[in-house]
């Protein structure tokens, strides 16, 4: 599942999950999270399916969802009120030494920037400059289409600017 996160710093989101399965426990229904849990999986469908949305983290929002949800059904099986608050900061704790690792690690790594985006015919077109940790930065075109819901984008294809002339034509090999 990590890969759903483009950078580290977004991981550190998930050390929230059980101070926030804890909140749920306390102040919602039964009903009410496995509402939420099975909103949150139908919406996470279509990053299964390959698409993406449109809208900025919402792939980071489903998933401290759905996390916090099931931590909730792991909290409520704890009867005391002390032992939960100790269990859900041990977990969080454990949680952020971990994730805090691996989002240095990924903050090496290098960056991907959108230097130009144009929509064209239910088509979204972003020209990329996508820097590793060394070296000249890969510079692509992606092409994107819009699903029957437009909150959804699926990647249809990727061209690469090799070309040093500064041409206006992009030749993508599937359209």
């Not at 749920?24 to 229904?29: A, E, G, I, R």
């Not at 496995?34 to 998933?63: C, D, M, N, W």
């Not at 949680?95 to 144009?118: C, N, P, R, T």
């Not at 929509?119 to 029957?148: A, M």
């Amino acid at each position: 599942m990590l890969w759903f996160w483009q950078h580290g710093n977004q991981l550190f989101i998930l050390f929230l999950t059980p101070l926030l399965g804890l909140i749920f426990d306390y102040t919602l229904s039964k009903k009410v999270i496995l509402y939420l849990l099975g909103t949150s999986v139908v919406l996470f469908l279509p990053i299964v399916a390959g698409y993406e949305y449109i809208i900025p983290y919402t792939v980071q929002a489903l998933g401290l969802t759905a996390l916090s949800c099931l931590y909730y059904f792991y909290s409520r099986q704890i009867t005391q009120v002390t032992p939960k608050i100790i269990s859900a900061i041990l977990i969080g704790g454990l949680a952020f030494i971990v994730l805090k690792h691996l989002a240095f690690m990924d903050s090496m790594s290098g960056y991907q920037k959108v230097e130009k985006s144009w929509n064209v015919n239910h088509h979204k077109i972003e020209y990329i400059v996508d820097q590793g940790f060394s070296g000249r930065p890969l510079l692509k075109y992606e092409i994107r289409k819009y699903g029957l819901i437009p909150i959804v984008l699926k990647k249809v294809d990727r061209a690469y600017d090799d070309d040093t002339t500064n041409s206006c034509i992009v030749h993508f090999t599937d359209i």
